[in-house]
């Protein structure tokens, strides 16, 4: 066994992912650490954290009870990230991220709020414009060995059956 202190690392880690993805929970973070952690050392960092003012504990009613999720203290300010409703699909979303990140290392994994002000998102998508309901919640830019545009995969992380014609839509703004 590692006799390493891994406080300050695991600490690095979650403040990267928070500030990346957003508020997630103990469950989304512990699917995405590596190496893994177990959840009691995972609520003891974000203890040490919430300590220090780096992240706080956000209280949502979810099912019929409460969903504890962990944000940065200074992400009460940045609006480009989670509302209320979508805690669960953003989380999803980050698991997602960080899953294809490991995957194919020599790609890009770009999340929906962070398309802004891209040229390579805005060459990938259709009339991107103002229009976020019908983006992806994530886009892959693979580089192309034989030609100047990358590869783009779109990819959209459902928790719901969507109706035929909203489907439609969003299929169209990837063609």
């Known amino acids: 066994m590692s006799t390493m202190n891994t406080n300050g690392i695991r600490g690095a880690q979650i403040v990267r992912l928070l500030s990346e993805h957003?508020?997630?929970?103990?469950?989304?973070?512990?699917?995405?650490?590596?190496?893994?952690i177990v959840r009691r050392r995972l609520r003891q960092a974000?203890?040490?954290?919430?300590?220090?003012?780096?992240?706080e504990k956000r209280f949502d009613s979810m099912f019929r009870g409460a969903g504890v999720f962990y944000e940065l203290s200074a992400?009460?300010?940045?609006?480009?990230?989670?509302?209320?409703?979508e805690l669960l699909h953003s989380e999803a979303c980050a698991v997602w991220a960080e899953r294809l990140k490991r995957l194919f290392p020599d790609v890009s994994i770009i999340r929906d709020h962070q398309f802004a002000g891209r040229t390579d998102v805005e060459r990938a998508l259709i009339g991107h414009g103002a229009?976020?309901?019908r983006v992806?919640?994530?886009?892959?830019?693979?580089?192309?060995?034989?030609?100047k545009h990358?590869?783009?995969?779109?990819?959209?992380?459902?928790r719901n059956h969507k109706s035929q014609t909203r489907l439609v839509q969003k299929l169209k703004k990837y063609a």
Do not use: F, Q, Y
């Not at 957003?22 to 893994?36: D, F, N, Q, T, Y």
């Not at 203890?47 to 220090?52: G, M, S, V």
């Open 136 to 147: 992806p919640d994530l886009l892959i830019l693979a580089p192309c060995e034989h030609g």
């Open 46 to 55: 974000l203890k040490r954290l919430a300590d220090k003012s780096i992240v």
């Open 150 to 158: 990358p590869v783009s995969v779109a990819v959209e992380i459902e």
């Open 22 to 36: 957003g508020a997630m929970s103990v469950r989304g973070l512990s699917a995405v650490l590596e190496p893994k």
């Open 131 to 133: 229009d976020h309901e």
């Open 75 to 85: 992400e009460l300010k940045n609006p480009h990230l989670t509302r209320r409703l």
